[in-house]
C-alpha cells in the first residue's frame, strides 16, 4: 500500500477491513527517555485532539508543543484532528513532521461503535494522557473513554465562541471527563 501511493485510510476503509486487517501506525521513531531517579526506561504516549489542522492561533501552537517534544523528549505523540480545516488542512505536513496525524471525520466514516472503539485501540494502543487542544475535543471524549487516561483539556475559546459553536451537552461533559485545564 505504502508503495502503490494510495492512502493507507482510504485503502483500509474500502478494503482492508474486510479483510480482516487491522492498520497501525508507522512509529518511526524510538528514543525512550531514562529516569535517572528509577534507572528505567520510560516511554510516554500522549494523544492530542486538533480542532482542525487550519493554519490558525491554537493550531499553530499545538505544533509547537509537539515540535518541542519530539526535538526534548522522548514521548510518543499522536493527534487526532476533528476536521480537515477551511484551508483544506495545509498544516498537514507540518504536523507529520512531529507526530503521526489522522483525521477523526475519516476514521470514523461509516463504522459501528464497536467497530470504532477496536479501530481506535488498534491504532492508538496504549495512551497514558490525552490532551484535548479545544473545548470541541469534548465531543470526542466518550469514543476515548477506552483508554483510561487523564485529559488536559486546553481551551483556546473565547466566551462567544463557546456559547455560539458548544453545546451545553459538551461543555458539561467537558466538565465531567477533564482531569485538568489549561485556560
Same mark, same amino acid.
Given at each position: ?15 482492508g ?22 534507572q ?11 480542532h482542525?489542522?487550519h ?7 499545538l505544533?509547537?508543543i ?15 484532528a ?9 498544516l498537514?505536513?507540518e504536523y ?11 476514521l470514523?466514516?461509516g %463504522?459501528? !461503535?464497536? $467497530?470504532? #472503539?477496536?479501530?481506535? &485501540? ?11 487542544n /479545544? ?9 476515548l ?9 486546553? %481551551?483556546? !475559546?473565547? $466566551?462567544? #465562541?463557546?456559547?455560539? &459553536? ?6 458539561e461533559?467537558?466538565?465531567?471527563? /477533564? ?5
Open positions: 500500500v505504502a508503495e502503490s501511493g494510495v492512502c493507507p485510510l482510504a485503502h483500509f476503509l474500502k478494503t477491513k474486510e479483510e480482516g486487517w487491522l492498520p497501525k501506525p508507522a512509529r518511526t521513531r524510538e528514543r525512550p527517555r531514562f529516569d535517572l531517579k528509577n528505567e526506561t520510560i516511554q510516554y504516549n500522549i494523544l492530542f485532539i486538533a482542525d489542522l493554519r490558525a492561533g491554537s493550531e499553530m501552537l505544533l509547537n509537539l515540535s518541542w517534544l519530539r526535538q526534548y523528549t522522548s514521548v510518543q505523540s499522536t493527534v487526532l476533528l476536521h480537515r480545516g477551511h484551508d483544506g488542512r495545509k498537514l505536513p507529520q513532521t512531529v507526530s503521526v496525524v489522522f483525521l477523526w471525520e475519516e470514523y466514516h %463504522l459501528s !461503535e464497536g $467497530e470504532n #472503539s477496536r479501530l481506535l &485501540y488498534e491504532l492508538f494502543g496504549h495512551v497514558d494522557l490525552i490532551y484535548g /479545544t473545548l470541541l475535543a469534548a465531543n470526542l471524549y466518550p469514543h473513554n477506552l483508554f483510561t487516561a487523564p485529559i488536559v483539556s486546553h %481551551l483556546h !475559546e473565547l $466566551e462567544e #465562541s463557546i456559547q455560539k &459553536y458548544t453545546s451545553v451537552a459538551t461543555r461533559y467537558c466538565k465531567l471527563m /477533564t482531569s485538568r485545564f489549561i485556560a
